[in-house]
């Protein structure tokens, strides 16, 4: 069955390093996004990708980015952790503009 | 900036009532609206999708749509304590080749048995 997965699901890391989420459909759906779940906040879009090459920020983009190679990756890069980016990341994919999104499992990643 | 509102709640209501979810947003011109389910510690899954002014239904699941008073709703009869859970509002941001999904903070609904 086609599904969207997301690696690791935890992860712990310090200030300062460079960590990467990843992101892999099987769907063939050219949208891709990357969100972030704080409690009091909800989930807040970092960035998206509408086809290989493409990649735009979204309302949190601040710290973070996206490369997008290929039709079924869009990792996410933090390029200097923050303890401000501890939160459950989640990736989604949609077909066209008229579906819905469908989102992986999520990452948990604490910055220590 | 598009804004989409929910009741954060809590909404507790008892097993086999009738649970209204109701949602409100800022962009008059959106076109698709879709509730989500997220359990604790899950990831939202889809439960619902409505384009057009009126009600769509979906077994125990009927979602609400009016446009001209920008407001969107989800209910659910017959509610069930497996329905416990955060339902997201979710619609799409205006604009031709606009995919992205503008969510709300969602409500967290509580059955009782």
């Known amino acids: 069955d086609a599904e969207i997965t997301q690696s690791p699901r935890h992860k712990i890391t310090e200030t300062g390093r460079q960590v990467t989420l990843a992101c892999h459909q099987t769907w063939n759906h050219n949208n891709m996004f990357w969100y972030r779940q704080d409690l009091g906040h909800g989930l807040r879009l970092i960035h998206y990708s509408y086809g290989v090459q493409d990649t735009n920020k979204g309302e949190v983009s601040d710290g973070y980015s996206v490369s997008r190679s290929n039709t079924e990756d869009l990792p996410l890069t933090l390029e200097s952790a923050a303890s401000s980016q501890t939160s459950v990341y989640f990736c989604a994919s949609s077909l066209d503009s008229n579906q819905p999104q469908h989102f992986g499992d999520g990452t948990r990643l604490s910055i220590l | 900036q598009k804004e989409v509102e929910q009741n954060s709640g809590p909404l507790s209501v008892p097993e086999g009532a009738i649970a209204s979810l109701n949602c409100t947003y800022s962009?008059?011109?959106?076109?698709?609206f879709f509730w989500y389910r997220q359990y604790s510690g899950k990831s939202p899954e889809l439960i619902m999708s409505i384009y057009s002014n009126g009600d769509k239904e979906d077994g125990r699941f009927t979602a609400q749509l009016n446009k001209a008073s920008q407001y969107v709703s989800l209910l659910i009869r017959d509610s069930q304590p497996s329905d416990s859970a955060t339902y997201l509002c979710a619609v799409r941001d205006s604009g031709g080749s606009n995919y992205k999904l503008t969510f709300g903070k969602g409500t967290l609904l509580t059955v009782n048995p």
């Open positions: 962009d008059r011109v959106s076109q698709s």
